[in-house]
């Protein structure tokens, strides 16, 4: 098969969201497979009604590897680990696209009672919100050192933002 119709490799790396944790749920349900399943319905119907109709379409094949109560920096620092790392995963995957997700844990692990005290907020959050954009940043600036390396020179990165939550809506400043 040409290069052009090799399956394309999506993989999704985060916390828990992306581990597919879901209140009430035994099994995780990780937002991966929906998104495999939607990418293939949206490049099949494409082909399709394409004048120049491919007989057998690619596949877009999506992996996750998501860690439940991890952080941004803890990612960071271990983005060499194997079996943990963004590093690890590239050394072992030629991808097209790395979906990363993450803040969501950084923001559970601000005690809401170091936020607030007697309704008035006792912390600057905007230190700590540059803090957890700045682990965010530099986690994909060293994964795609990290693809450099590996020789992945077409990777693509997407950050994906923390989703709306019960706790940011208790603690509306956690959702600035």
Known sequence: QPADHAPKLVFCYGDSLTFGLVPNEKEPQPYGLSLESEVNKLFSA?????????????ATIVQTLGFPGMTAMTMLNLIEKKDVGTCFVLENERLSVMIILTGTNDLGHIAPELLYHDGQMTIDTH??????????TNLHKATLECA?????????????????SAFQTKFPVTAD
Do not use: N, Q
């Open 46 to 58: 494409a082909s399709a009604t394409s004048t120049t109709e491919i007989a057998h379409p690619p």
């Open 127 to 136: 230190d700590i919100a540059k803090k957890i954009l700045e682990s965010i």
């Open 148 to 164: 450099t390396r590996a020789g992945i020179i077409d990777m693509h990165i997407l950050s994906l933002g923390i989703p709306g």
